[in-house]
């Protein structure tokens, strides 16, 4: 009560939500299953300043916030789990600059990824990392999680495109990192740190993108293998040839059924089989018909039954829309838990092969897909009603797995709530222990996202 009404004086009632029906809009997130948190209040900033007031109060009164973007982590990232603000960025939408000449995009971290694109094509620009979730998730939580995508095969992940952060610091001070800038050598690089870092360090205000021109030309493959092993066999081989297409994913046959079932989106086959679905752009029509040709034979070569090529836009876009939409049809499958793995790409067949075959083990279907170019493979886990331990065995064996590959529990997603009991498969307790240090460095009282990748003794 007392902190309603310390929060209530300092703002007016247009900045702070606190009716019930509008705090439930935000007690969840993209994350499957039973995570329901209502927060105390929603904070709903229009700039920087307010973020600053709002954080000045947080840490008198110690009251955890939560910044969120879009409320598409599939990892409860950007859950209220101990209570508290959650700060959304939906009102800081702004495309603040385009610098053409050092070719940055300057931007509020509420935008929608999705629209960075349709504004950069007038300047014959375009920005590659395109998580799936492209249109409804915000820039600023793809910086904070450190997104990827498709594209991010060939282009790099979101990491290697922003070059600067305006950030607001748990104390209440205003920090900007890095800057339009291709080299820095100048101590510790906070710009990296605050990246992937899920809202445990700050709040992100301001970004600077790097840009690149629009690939001129492209082509997209769409091929169906019979068997998962050749699938997988063949995107790992492709790739060691050094023909290296812009995107590189996979579904497996189930996928695919689920996909048609579930969302009616339609795909040029009858056969489904697994599939592969590569992206070829080139500066010239004369090199994406050279490496789609290419990179089919090779396809053809290594099992695939078929090699649909798509040059027109509209066809392409279709087929990435099916790839776009597998994680909603596969929502009404079930209770899904997501899984979100890397391996070095040469062990990928070995892994998912694995995988499929934990279904007979748990008696329940398992649809694996993703960036395999990038050795990224999302799990998608039908829950069983009768599992005592909520598929913690079944997820441990994979994570096993994964481990003794070389690999690690997430390639894009993040840590967040639900996966941070099992950090201690990807990293070593001195590891651990080193980002709580940072953690405590920057947030001493635990308030930015607090429960988030690790848990604080002492924490609020
Ligand atoms: C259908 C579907 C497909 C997906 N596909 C992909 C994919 O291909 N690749 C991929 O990487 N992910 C994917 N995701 C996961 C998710 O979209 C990404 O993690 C995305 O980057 C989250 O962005 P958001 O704006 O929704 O952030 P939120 O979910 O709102 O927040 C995510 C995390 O970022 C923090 N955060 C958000 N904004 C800020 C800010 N301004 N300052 C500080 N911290 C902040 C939050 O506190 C939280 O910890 C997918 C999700 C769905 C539902």
């Known amino acids: ?42 904070f709903l900033p229009r700039n920087s ?25 599939r990892c409860g990232g950007s859950l209220a789990v101990q209570g508290g603000v959650v700060l959304s960025l939906e009102r800081m939408q702004k495309i603040i600059d385009i610098d053409e000449r050092n070719l940055i995009l300057e931007i509020q971290p ?18 590659p990392p395109d998580p799936a979730s492209i249109d409804s998730c915000s820039i600023g939580g793809n910086v904070a999680t450190n997104a990827g995508g498709p594209r991010c095969l060939r282009y790099g992940l979101t990491r290697n495109y922003v070059q600067g952060i305006e950030v607001i610091l748990p104390d209440g001070s205003k920090e900007f990192f890095g800057g339009k800038l291709e080299k820095n050598a100048t101590g510790y690089s906070f710009l990296n740190l605050f990246i992937g870092s899920e809202g445990t360090l700050g709040v992100i205000t301001r970004i600077l993108l790097k840009v690149i021109p629009i690939p001129p030309f492209s082509a997209t ?14 995107a790992s081989k492709v790739l ?33 089989g697994t599939f592969l679905i590569a992206l070829i752009e080139e500066n010239s029509r004369e090199d994406v018909l050279r490496m789609s040709e290419k990179m089919g034979e090779q396809f053809l070569e290594y099992g695939a039954s078929d090699v649909f090529i798509a040059e027109e836009k509209y066809q392409q876009e279709k087929i990435w829309d099916f790839r776009r939409s597998i994680s909603e049809a596969l929502d009404h499958t079930g209770t899904i838990i997501p899984e979100d793995i890397v391996v070095p790409r040469s062990n990928l067949p070995i892994f998912v092969t694995y995988v499929k075959e934990l279904e ?80 405590r460095g920057f947030d001493p009282f635990n308030i930015m996202n607090p429960g988030k990748i690790f848990d604080l003794k002492g924490g609020i």
């Open 221 to 234: 493959l769409l091929t169906p293998f019979n068997s998962l092993k050749d699938a997988t066999n063949a």
């Open 1 to 42: 009560m007392k902190t309603l009404n310390v929060l209530r004086e300092e703002f007016d009632s247009n900045l702070l939500y606190i009716e019930e029906d509008l705090l439930l809009k935000y007690a969840r997130d993209e994350t499957p299953g039973d995570y329901h948190f209502v927060p105390d209040f929603v």
């Open 360 to 439: 007979k083990k748990y008696d329940t279907a398992i649809y694996t897909f993703g960036h395999i170019g990038d050795g990224n493979i999302h799990i998608n886990i039908i829950k069983r009603e009768e599992w005592n331990d909520g598929g913690e065995k079944l997820i441990t064996d994979i994570f096993n797995k994964a481990t003794s590959l070389g690999g690690r529990i997430s390639g894009e997603h993040g840590i967040g709530f639900t996966k941070k009991r099992f950090l201690h498969f990807s990293r070593t307790e001195k590891e651990i222990e080193l980002m709580k240090g940072i953690k």
């Open 110 to 127: 509420g935008c929608i990824t999705g629209n960075i694109n349709g504004f950069l094509s007038e300047y014959n620009l375009f920005y």
């Open 49 to 73: 300043r307010e973020i600053v007031r709002l954080v000045k109060v947080a840490k008198k009164e110690r009251i955890p916030i939560v910044p969120r973007g879009g409320g598409t982590s």
């Open 240 to 272: 060691a040839l050094g023909l290296v297409p812009s995107a590189l994913e996979f579904m497996d046959e189930d996928s695919v059924c689920a996909t048609i079932q579930n969302s009616e989106k339609k795909i040029p086959f009858k056969d489904k």
